[in-house]
């Protein structure tokens, strides 16, 4: 709305900073990101963080900080380590959640992966200098790079846990393709061709394979309607047919 009075969010000009200092504009932003959660108040309040950031910063406010300036940065302005705080606890919440969501896709009953305290850490450094100078749309690169961190380390999880699983897990997982996946990969012995599940527990480059395709799929935004095709082709692209065992 143009002319006065409060815009459609229901943020007034002068409470995006127009007419405050920024430490006061940051404080009133955070507060109605922490009333509304909304990816629009976060993307506000990361723009008036980055004008306090800025105004703190003076000449350097172009550059990205350093570790120890963005600490420095969290002691001389506490609203803005409170903004990392909640935009990194909102994103692990959103990761766990995928996390949970990929446990069971596989029907694994062991409990998901979390964060460990190295990525939580990491996760509070990159969210600071999204702000430190802005990096515009934040909230949407956000949870995609987020998740990135701890890619590899679940995907290994997640592979030593799969190669424990029978050959219904499989089944399962591959659907119809799983007839066509078992003839072109699974060892054929003298008498019967094997499980992929075998395949899986003797097979150090298979399981390899099935790591490499999970972290990619990760990384690239863990699509759950994707994983049958990782899945797939994790078998498929480490195996040379009619291979013996």
């Known amino acids: 709305m143009v002319g006065g009075g409060s815009t459609d969010d229901g943020i007034s000009p002068q409470e995006r900073g127009g007419e405050l200092a920024p430490v006061q504009a940051l404080r009133v932003a955070l507060e109605r ?32 900080p ?10 001389e302005l506490p609203e803005y380590e409170e903004l990392v705080n909640l935009a990194v606890s909102e994103t692990e919440h959103s990761v766990q959640a995928a996390g949970a969501r990929l446990w069971d896709w596989f029907g694994l009953s062991t409990p998901p992966p979390r964060w460990n305290d190295g990525e939580r850490a990491r ?11 802005l990096d ?6 956000l949870g995609p790079r987020l998740l990135k961190l701890a890619a ?6 997640l592979t030593a846990q799969l ?3 029978d050959e219904q897990l499989w089944q399962r ?10 003839r072109r990969c699974a060892p054929r012995g003298r008498w019967r061709t094997r499980e992929l599940s075998d395949l899986l527990v ?41 291979r013996l065992a």
């Open 33 to 64: 990101y922490e009333e509304s959660r909304s990816p629009q108040a976060l993307d506000l309040a990361f723009a008036t963080a980055a004008r306090a950031v800025a105004d703190r910063r003076g000449e350097r406010a172009r550059t990205p």
């Open 66 to 75: 350093e570790v120890g300036e963005v600490r420095n940065l969290f002691k």
């Open 123 to 133: 996760a509070r450094l990159l969210v600071a200098c999204a702000c430190a100078p």
């Open 136 to 141: 515009e749309q934040v909230v949407r690169w």
């Open 152 to 157: 590899d380390r679940w995907a290994g999880l």
């Open 163 to 165: 190669r424990a699983a």
């Open 173 to 182: 997982v591959l659907g119809e393709r799983y007839e066509s996946v078992w």
């Open 202 to 242: 003797h097979d150090d480059d298979v399981a390899a394979s099935l790591q490499r395709q999970l972290a990619r799929w990760l990384r690239d935004g863990a699509r759950m309607e994707r994983l049958t095709d990782e899945v797939e082709a994790a078998f498929v692209h480490s195996r040379t047919p009619d």
